[in-house]
């Protein structure tokens, strides 16, 4: 299964960040997140890109 998280603000980064702990790992189910502008500019700051 294929889940997308669209929006990455709180509610978003949280409840994903509970679905890709639980499911990801499995190898079953894959998690992707959609940001845009500010959050999208922070998350690759953080990540290093």
Do not use: D, T
């Amino acid at each position: 299964m294929k889940i997308a998280i669209i929006g990455m603000g709180g509610i978003g980064g949280y409840f994903g960040g509970k679905l890709a702990r639980a499911y990801v790992p499995s190898g079953a189910h894959q998690v992707y997140f959609v940001a845009r502008g500010e959050h999208l500019a922070k998350i690759k700051e953080w990540a290093g890109n």
